[in-house]
């Protein structure tokens, strides 16, 4: 029998095992205290070297299980110290994390397509909105770690309803999960008249957020000319890639940009020349340019970010707010994606919401709220509590820096 065409409820999402990474301290690792905690292994990491260390989940000894259950043990929360270095708003992002690129080289005719984040930039905020993140940091830090992991197990089986999923059912090899689905009302069609509007891609934008997302799954191998319509059409700035093409022995994503330097390929009819390319602890960087018959050419930026572990979360917050910051001063598209483009995508993205309803909105905040809205556009967006607690994570770690004064610490 046919299968229907839309479904009430939305069965369980792809689960792949927890992968078994042990957080590194460095100099670079201004994010999670090291001191009795790790992400998905029972070794303990050295001590962090960072004088800027903040300790948000110190004495948090946390552990990735299997997806369904994605539990997070607390063994104990206690008090932590203040930031040391001291920081005004406006050098935030200047001071933190130096070795990633704040701005890549100017697309072509800046002037047209970029624009003015006044108001909506954290690292520039005005009385009102740091007050408002100081109510969003009390509010959360009432509620804990343990709290937000309840938070997010009371919401985690959440998905828009109707859950609508006809041309995902009827392009089962175009999927690289056939159980991580891609919903009717916010998926990308391909216009160009092709054969074939399917791809695996939905939008994610609308208020609070200021920039348009397109949250996508990690190319397969008969998408990846699919993958480059999508670009040329949806007229992308910038590709935030947060997955590698292999993990723990399996592949997640196809190699879809020219690999080495003045490489070119071709992509159905799209030309694609890798003009730039440099590596630092977090990223490797890519200049492209772009070339389509009848329609010129076009720089984009590709970054991927290199150490996000798959259903995990990274040991840095910081990575992931200068990514945002490209993303918010341009009036182009930014593509967000990992393997099923859920995950480490959402977690991603929801930062984002959150911080702009921090910065548009008055308290009280609801991250319950955020899942929702992230995942009303991508069906199972955030997949773990790990990830829904480094949402969190990201925005005191923002704060810490913005208050040097102030002990940015869960109780």
């Given at each position: 029998a046919d299968k229907p065409k839309s479904v009430m409820m939305a069965p369980t999402p792809h689960i792949a095992p927890a992968p078994v990474t042990t957080a590194r301290a460095g100099p670079d690792m201004v994010g999670l205290s090291t001191?009795?905690?790790?992400?998905?292994?029972?070794?303990?990491?050295?001590?962090?070297?960072?004088?800027?260390?903040?300790r948000l989940f110190a004495d948090a000894e946390v552990e990735?299980?299997?997806?369904?259950?994605?539990?997070v043990h607390i063994s104990s929360i206690s008090a932590v110290s203040p930031v040391t270095a001291t920081m005004s708003a406006?050098?935030?992002?200047?001071?933190?994390?130096?070795?990633?690129?704040?701005?890549?080289?100017?697309?072509?005719?800046?002037?047209?397509?970029?624009?003015?984040?006044?108001?909506?930039?954290?690292?520039?905020m005005n009385p009102d909105q740091l007050a408002n993140l100081k109510a969003y940091i009390a509010q959360y830090e009432k509620l804990g770690v343990r709290g937000l992991l309840d938070e997010f197990n009371s919401i985690k089986g959440y998905n828009l309803q109707p859950f609508d999923i006809t041309a995902h059912e009827a392009n089962p090899t175009k999927n690289r999960y056939q159980d991580i689905f891609c919903i009717e009302p916010t998926r990308i069609k391909l216009m160009d008249g092709k054969e074939g509007d399917y791809i695996h891609a939905n939008y994610v934008k609308g208020a609070p957020f200021l920039n348009n997302f397109i949250t996508t799954q990690g190319p397969l191998e008969p998408t990846v000319n699919d993958f480059w319509r999508l670009v040329v059409q949806e007229n992308v700035g910038y590709i935030f890639m947060l997955c590698s093409i292999v993990e723990l022995g399996k592949k997640k994503c196809e190699q879809y940009i020219p690999e080495t330097e003045?490489?070119?390929?071709?992509?159905?009819?799209?030309?694609?020349?890798?003009?730039?390319?440099?590596?630092?602890?977090?990223?490797?960087?890519?200049?492209?340019?772009?070339?389509?018959?009848?329609?010129?050419?076009?720089?984009?930026y590709h970054h991927f970010w290199k150490n996000w572990p798959d259903r995990g979360v990274?040991?840095?917050?910081?990575?992931?707010?200068?990514?945002?910051?490209?993303a918010r001063k341009t009036t182009l598209s930014t593509i967000v994606h990992c393997s099923a483009g859920v995950g480490r995508t959402g977690t991603l993205v929801a930062i984002e919401w959150l911080l702009q309803k921090i910065l548009t909105s008055c308290p009280p905040y609801d991250m319950k709220e955020m899942?929702?809205?992230?995942?009303?556009?991508?069906?199972?967006?955030?997949?773990?509590?790990?990830?829904?607690?480094?949402?969190?994570f990201a925005i005191f770690r923002l704060w810490a820096l913005l208050e040097p004064t102030q002990q940015a610490c869960f109780h």
């Open positions: 001191k009795n905690l790790t992400w998905s292994s029972r070794r303990r990491p050295p001590k962090a070297q960072s004088t800027r260390q903040v990735l299980g299997h997806a369904d259950a994605a539990e406006e050098s935030v992002f200047n001071q933190a994390e130096q070795d990633i690129p704040m701005e890549p080289d100017a697309p072509v005719d800046p002037e047209k397509e970029s624009r003015s984040v006044a108001g909506r930039d954290p690292d520039i003045g490489e070119v390929r071709f992509y159905g009819d799209v030309k694609v020349t890798l003009e730039k390319k440099d590596e630092d602890g977090h990223f490797i960087n890519s200049k492209l340019l772009m070339e389509v018959p009848g329609k010129g050419k076009k720089i984009l990274p040991i840095t917050a910081m990575a992931g707010l200068r990514l945002l910051k490209n899942l929702r809205a992230v995942r009303n556009q991508r069906a199972h967006a955030i997949q773990t509590a790990p990830q829904y607690a480094y949402i969190a």
